[in-house]
């Protein structure tokens, strides 16, 4: 090729690259001001949504303590809240603000935050574990299970989330360039949720966002108006719709019937096939095999005059050998998310030094890039503002934490936080890569330790209180870059996701408590044989129990049962990491499977309904499937958490159901 041509050449790529860039600088002109992005109608709706899937939350956190991802759906929700008050107020002939991208991202930052206060909070597993219910569940005379006690209570439960929730959204601050431009960390749920709110603000997108609202607003009422029929059938013990003996009374007995909950049916179209598979394999070898096998054994393993809710009966199977299988996976899973951070961190970092300064071949896809790092990097929050107040929310919770808990020392709650945002980068950039966040394990490392050095008399409180502190740093700081990640891909000011986040945090913070105490009160919240049964709450104090009295705590065969399910937790994992993609995805899930060891298979079984109807309506229609199954899951899971809001109202108000519909054997 000639000089005049290469100069000919460049002379149409800097023409072509002045088109784009003067593309860029219109469209940068269209994105409103960091200022305008948050409405206080976006606020009110964020908290509105918020506040719902916190009773959703909840629900799920008290029955089964599975909680599947609800981003996206709370931005289809945003859109719906926001695009229906938008119609409604043009149809009155009233001016109204058009409704953007930027906003529709704010109110779903605003809405996690706030929900994610309710499944995150310990609710249903660490604060629950501090009460006398399941102290006593326990066993008054379980070694290590020390008579330390503190009953929910709204006062203490509010400030104590309050002084925890705020320290995990500043942790990160001063490295989300990092995490996001920097490494470029695909942050999965963050970019799926943004992909969504970028395909609503399109014309072809706001036609698809029309189908998804009717089918959201048809399946949420049909939920509703279901769970309201439900409950004129449930006037007593063991009775209506949730108690239909589907396979059979004797199946039934040993929790296996559809409960007709919307909930996990909804839950099982949102969650993977893989997920429900191995709910309904975990609950055919505990409540098929294992649990009856081993009741077989009363008197001999465990003595016959005990009752069936102590540690030292059947229950203590149950509960230790889920432990095993949770610890077992989650020891697994934390090893290698561990080893794969340091990896990717080494290989990224060897890049930066080895790049070699090359033009990019698709100059669109680099200037789209540029655009979002610009409005990324414009509105950044300044450093001094997120070190300032990580030092000041610490030092208020070293100061506040060991006063309501005075088991757990202030020198560890100072180590934490100087430990802390090292372990909220690494579970962040974990995250960012496999969309795992793994809180929940940094947690229980966390408990046995503070169980292990605080001694028998303080060991399970400073445990499950220190496990509450590093959950709430880690999980909120890695929630706060998946939003990150969908405010950079949505043109959104990361000071304005950063004020949204704190201000759905506040609202969770309050609203949490609230809804908890409104199950608390109304329902038995706990009871093994109830519906909200909490099961993580035993799971978490027996875990504490466990680290500061060793395995003594253990009834009889349970310790060698637990190695067993601990190795194959492991060995599971490390098969599907080394065999082939395609036969490793059908090998079942550990953790999956530990939650129906103690909960029962009713609502397993629920969530593999929801897995058949997504598949056949793959099968019969991918593409429709794809388009309206988040919004029919979404509609069903909303439609049957609302209505625990008056059924709460109506126990609380001593109104009981009017039927008891009941299954008893025939006489022959």
């Known amino acids: 090729m000639g000089t005049n041509e290469r100069g000919e050449k460049v002379e149409i790529e800097k023409d072509n690259l002045g088109e784009v860039?003067?593309?860029?600088?219109?469209?940068?002109?269209?994105?409103?001001?960091?200022n305008k992005q948050i409405t206080i109608r976006g606020i009110i709706a964020g908290a509105l949504i918020g506040s719902i899937y916190s009773l959703v939350s909840l629900k799920l956190n008290l029955t089964t303590g599975i909680v599947p991802n609800l981003n996206v759906s709370a931005a289809l929700l945003a859109y719906v809240v926001l695009r229906t008050w938008t119609k409604v107020l043009e149809m009155a002939n009233f001016k109204v603000m058009p409704f953007t991208k930027q906003e529709n991202t704010i109110i779903?930052?605003?809405?996690?935050?706030?929900?994610?206060?309710?499944?995150?909070?310990?609710?249903?597993?660490?604060?629950?574990?501090?009460?006398?219910?399941?102290?006593?569940?326990?066993?008054?005379?379980?070694?290590?299970?020390?008579?330390?006690?503190?009953?929910?209570?709204?006062?203490?439960?509010?400030?104590?989330?309050?002084?925890?929730?705020?320290?995990?959204?500043?942790?990160?601050?001063?490295?989300r360039k990092i995490l996001v431009i920097d490494f470029k960390l695909p942050y999965p749920s963050g970019t799926a949720t943004a992909v969504l709110i970028n395909g609503f603000h399109t014309a072809k997108g706001d036609k698809m966002a029309k189908k998804q609202v009717c089918g959201f607003m048809k399946f949420f009422s049909i939920s509703f108006i279901w769970s309201f029929f439900q409950w004129?059938?449930?006037?007593?013990?063991?009775?209506?719709?949730?108690?239909?003996?589907?396979?059979?009374?004797?199946?039934?007995?040993?929790?296996?019937?559809?409960?007709?909950?919307?909930?996990?049916?909804?839950?099982?179209?949102?969650?993977?096939?893989?997920?429900?598979?191995?709910l309904l394999l975990g609950a055919v070898l505990s409540y098929g095999i294992m649990w009856p096998v081993i009741g077989h054994k009363k008197g001999d393993w465990f003595p016959k005059d005990i009752k069936e809710s102590s540690m030292s009966s059947l229950n203590g199977y149950k509960v230790f050998i889920s432990i095993a299988l949770i610890l077992g996976d989650g020891l697994y899973n934390f090893l290698?998310?561990?080893?794969?951070?340091?990896?990717?961190?080494?290989?990224?970092?060897?890049?930066?030094?080895?790049?070699?300064?090359?033009?990019?071949d698709d100059k669109k896809q680099s200037v789209e890039d540029a655009r979002r790092d610009e409005v990324f990097i414009r509105d950044s929050i300044p450093l001094w503002i997120a070190c300032v107040g990580y030092a000041i929310f610490s030092i208020i919770s070293i100061i506040i934490i060991p006063l309501m808990f005075h088991q757990l020392k202030w020198y560890y709650v100072l180590i934490v936080y100087i430990i802390a945002p090292s372990l909220s980068f690494c579970n962040a950039y974990g995250a960012g890569l496999t969309d795992m966040n793994m809180s929940y394990n940094y947690g229980k490392v966390a408990l046995f330790v503070l169980a292990?050095?605080?001694?028998?008399?303080?060991?399970?409180?400073?445990?499950?209180?220190?496990?509450?502190l590093v959950k709430a740093l880690t999980s909120i700081s890695c929630d706060t870059m998946h939003d990150m990640k969908t405010g950079h891909l949505t043109f959104t000011s990361p000071r304005v996701m950063l004020i949204s986040?704190?201000?759905?945090?506040?609202?969770?913070?309050?609203?949490?408590?609230?809804?908890?105490?409104?199950?608390?009160?109304?329902?038995?919240?706990?009871?093994?044989?109830?519906?909200?049964?909490?099961?993580?709450?035993?799971?978490?104090?027996?875990?504490?129990?466990?680290?500061?009295?060793?395995?003594?705590?253990?009834?009889?065969?349970?310790?060698?049962?637990?190695?067993?399910?601990?190795?194959?937790?492991?060995?599971?994992?490390?098969?599907?990491?080394?065999?082939p993609e395609k036969v490793g995805r059908f090998l079942p899930l550990p953790m999956a499977m530990a939650v129906p060891f103690l909960v029962g298979a009713s609502f397993a079984i629920d969530m593999c309904i929801g897995s058949l109807v997504v598949y056949v309506w793959q099968r019969m229609n991918s593409k429709k499937a794809g388009l309206m199954v988040p919004a029919v899951a979404s509609g069903m899971i909303c439609g049957d958490g609302l209505w625990v809001l008056p059924s709460s109202i109506l126990a609380l108000a001593k109104v009981s159901p009017p039927i008891c519909m009941n299954f008893l054997p025939g006489h022959r």
Request: net charge positive; charged share 15%.
């Open 21 to 34: 860039m003067a593309e860029l600088s219109e469209d940068m002109k269209r994105i409103p001001p960091w």
């Open 108 to 175: 779903q930052t605003c809405a996690v935050a706030c929900y994610a206060i309710a499944y995150g909070g310990g609710f249903g597993s660490y604060l629950l574990g501090l009460n006398k219910k399941t102290y006593d569940q326990t066993g008054v005379n379980t070694a290590g299970n020390s008579p330390q006690i503190k009953e929910p209570a709204l006062d203490w439960m509010i400030g104590f989330l309050f002084v925890v929730s705020f320290v995990g959204l500043l942790s990160l601050v001063p490295l």
């Open 232 to 278: 004129f059938y449930s006037g007593g013990p063991e009775c209506g719709f949730i108690n239909f003996p589907t396979f059979g009374l004797k199946a039934w007995k040993n929790s296996f019937f559809f409960d007709f909950s919307m909930t996990y049916v909804g839950a099982g179209m949102i969650c993977s096939h893989i997920v429900n598979v191995s």
């Open 336 to 360: 290698k998310t561990m080893l794969f951070t340091i990896r990717s961190m080494r290989s990224t970092v060897n890049k930066g030094r080895n790049k070699i300064t090359a033009e990019p």
């Open 452 to 468: 292990t050095v605080s001694g028998k008399d303080n060991g399970v409180v400073a445990g499950l209180i220190g496990c509450g």
């Open 501 to 579: 986040q704190a201000i759905g945090t506040a609202i969770g913070c309050v609203v949490a408590p609230l809804m908890f105490f409104l199950f608390y009160k109304a329902f038995d919240v706990g009871n093994p044989n109830g519906e909200y049964k909490a099961p993580y709450a035993l799971i978490y104090r027996n875990m504490a129990v466990i680290g500061v009295e060793g395995f003594s705590a253990l009834p009889r065969h349970c310790l060698q049962l637990c190695y067993g399910f601990f190795a194959f937790a492991i060995l599971i994992n490390l098969v599907r990491d080394i065999v």
